[in-house]
């Protein structure tokens, strides 16, 4: 696609539930990357992957999150039970290479009650 | 280990004044090095970037040199204006198990008329 595209834009869910997000990169992009935005807060890694395989894992907070990509291609990042400390905006970005510039997609604002 | 020292905020300045937001890293080889903006309730995008040193990156005004030297990617524009108003991120790819996109933690930049 034209740009690295995010859905849903927007999340709520009950506290305990499951979340599934997902991002589908720019075509040819062989890195993706997870990243969450807290209010007020940078940016934290959660994940990268380069092709389907996810040589870095160590940015996910807790095994409630978890996260695959198949065909080299859409990523879903999964939250499960869900507290409320994991309401935030979720980005995903995709890059040709792990040494070039990410573009970024609009994120999913999860907000947890 | 490999790391990125961004300037805290928040920098508030009256339009036309110079702008310096300060950026130092820490890493392994020479990796390209980025500044990245996100507007007011946008998504992150792009703004420079370097790849290799000594090399200028520049967009919109703003520049930043990639200096071996000192390890530093600092971002400056001579006047700004209030549509610059915006939260800034340094970042670079950084080499270890595998090259995750490491981000500073962000400056926020007031522009006041």
């Known amino acids: 696609g034209a740009g690295v595209s995010q859905s849903p834009s927007n999340k709520v869910t009950e506290k305990g539930k499951d979340v599934e997000l997902r991002c589908d990169p720019i075509s040819g992009h062989t890195a993706l990357y997870w990243y969450r935005q807290s209010l007020g807060q940078g940016l934290e890694f959660l994940i990268y992957?380069?092709?389907?395989?996810?040589?870095?894992k160590s940015g996910l907070p807790s095994d409630r999150f978890s996260a695959e990509r198949t065909g080299g291609s859409v990523s879903t990042l999964t939250i499960q039970r869900t507290q409320q400390e994991d309401s935030a905006v979720y980005l995903c970005a995709s890059s040709v290479n792990s040494n070039t510039e990410a573009f970024f997609g609009q994120g999913t604002r999860l907000t947890v009650v | 280990g490999d790391s990125v020292t961004q300037m805290e905020g928040p920098v508030t300045l009256s339009e036309e004044a110079f702008l310096t937001i300060n950026c130092t890293y820490t890493?392994?080889?020479?990796?390209?090095l980025f500044w990245y903006v996100q507007y007011p309730g946008e998504g992150l995008q792009l703004l420079l970037k370097?790849?290799?040193?000594?090399d200028k990156g520049s967009n919109k005004g703003f520049e930043a040199t990639y200096r071996k030297e000192t390890t530093s990617f600092h971002l400056e524009k001579g006047s700004v204006q209030v549509s610059d108003s915006a939260v800034y991120f340094c970042a670079f790819p950084v080499i270890g198990s595998a090259r995750q996109l490491t981000f500073g933690s962000g400056t926020q930049l007031t522009v006041l008329p």
């Open positions: 890493a392994t080889g020479y990796p390209s």
């Open positions: 992957f380069q092709g389907n395989s996810a040589p870095d």
């Open positions: 370097a790849t290799k040193a000594d």
